[in-house]
């Protein structure tokens, strides 16, 4: 086989392995990432902090973790950094350990920014290697990556409900175990991204298969704005769900706690397996039907939802969860296809916008909650998956293939 029958070859293979570490390191990054604010009861109890200093450490992260992605996103892009990931991770590292052994509120917001900036590395990086890696099934590979975070998030707080509670602050070191286990994955990958990178194939891996149309520069602008407003749609109404779930089954249904977590866990097991769903499913119909049908398709269960019994409650969360989560995905490849060659600028555009979204949508809604109750909040945000009518102004990019 000759040089470019070989390279030709290869630009069409999905480098599984690559996928699945990237998909390890997501789920350690969001699992570490997720303790800060699930130690909150213990923190605020042991630091003797008002709800405002909470608010605080949480805006430190946020922002971090948030407004630095698209920066670093665009640095990349233009001087790609193979162990960058390493670097990234070794931030959170850092982090974990000044969170344990932190004795003053300074000490907390140095913390939550560390492990905010490592997050802000991280996400861009990991998306343009998932892409670098995927052959062409950009959905299917962003789906791997993406479901890694979503089980690092539900875990998190359960692995701090069983270790960090019951033994205090400082036990939080032992999860820095798990920092240096992703940065021995990332060590890896950073070598097979250097390796690309070598051998000349780094910028083909990112854009093959990607033929743009040659879109007016308004309309792409256009483009990513309705995107934002669907991520900001789907977001919000995911902060419903995430943040205030259990206190709307306790107080509507009378359960208990342990069986409103489990309704809780029941809807992030959906949203686990609506990501895995929608990627490749956008490989094969194309993007734009995936977000027709996960974002307004959803409106119907989102309507039923506040009017439903405990039984139907389930079932329903379930679906809403299904069909809600397997968006995001087609929402980052779209993004990307309007952008080719802004892979790492579009990833953590989108990514930081959705932290930024489910923080503010958490803080709102709780207002909204304090106010009118929170039964009303549910049939506020009903209406929310109606923006996703502005789906027919999106261009017609990533068509399925004949």
């Excluded at 923006?387 to 017609?396: I, K, Q, S, W």
Aim: aromatic share 12%.
């Amino acid at each position: 086989m000759t040089q470019s029958s070989e390279s030709a070859v290869a630009k069409h293979e999905t480098a599984f392995r690559v996928l699945g570490a990237i998909s390890v390191s997501h789920f350690l990054n969001d699992m570490m990432q997720s303790l800060i604010l699930a130690m909150y009861p213990l923190i605020k109890g042991g630091f003797n902090l008002s709800f405002a200093q909470i608010g605080l450490i949480t805006f430190t992260f946020q922002a971090t973790a948030s407004l630095l992605q698209p920066l670093v996103g665009m640095y990349t892009d233009r001087h790609p950094k193979p162990y960058s990931l390493v670097f990234g991770m070794g931030c959170t590292l850092t982090g974990l350990l000044l969170l344990a052994m932190a004795t003053s509120y300074p000490g907390l917001l140095c913390a939550a920014a560390l492990v905010g900036s490592g997050s802000s590395i991280f996400h861009p990086e990991s998306s343009r290697v998932a892409r670098m890696a995927s052959g062409g099934r950009f959905g299917l590979a962003q789906s791997l990556f993406q479901v890694g975070g979503n089980a690092g998030t539900a875990l998190g707080p359960l692995l701090t409900a069983l270790i960090v509670i019951p033994n205090g602050q400082g036990s939080v070191a032992w999860f820095a175990l798990a920092a240096v286990l992703a940065m021995a994955v990332l060590w890896k990958v950073g070598n097979w991204y250097a390796h690309q990178q070598a051998q000349g194939t780094f910028k083909s891996k990112l854009n093959q298969g990607v033929k743009p149309d040659a879109l007016p520069r308004g309309q792409v602008v256009a483009a990513i704005t309705i995107l934002l407003t669907l991520i900001f749609s789907k977001y919000f109404y995911l902060a419903s769900l995430s943040s205030y779930f259990t206190f709307y089954l306790m107080h509507k249904f009378g359960i208990s706690v342990q069986a409103a977590q489990i309704q809780l866990f029941v809807f992030l097991f959906a949203v686990a397996a609506g990501t895995i769903i929608g990627g490749p499913v956008g490989d094969r119909i194309g993007r734009k039907r995936v977000i027709w049908f996960s974002i307004l398709g959803v409106a119907p269960f989102t309507m039923m939802l506040p009017h439903a019994n405990l039984f139907w409650t389930g079932i329903l969360s379930f679906i809403i969860g299904l069909i809600l989560a397997s968006a995001f995905s087609a929402i980052i490849v779209f993004a990307q296809e309007l952008m080719p060659g802004r892979v790492g600028m579009v990833a953590g555009l989108f990514f930081g916008f959705s932290f930024g979204m489910g923080a503010i949508g958490a803080a709102l809604l709780g207002k909204l909650a304090d106010w009118y109750g929170i039964e009303f909040v549910y049939q506020v945000c009903a209406y929310l998956p109606l923006l996703g009518l502005l789906t027919a102004f999106l261009p017609d990019v990533g068509r399925k293939k004949a």
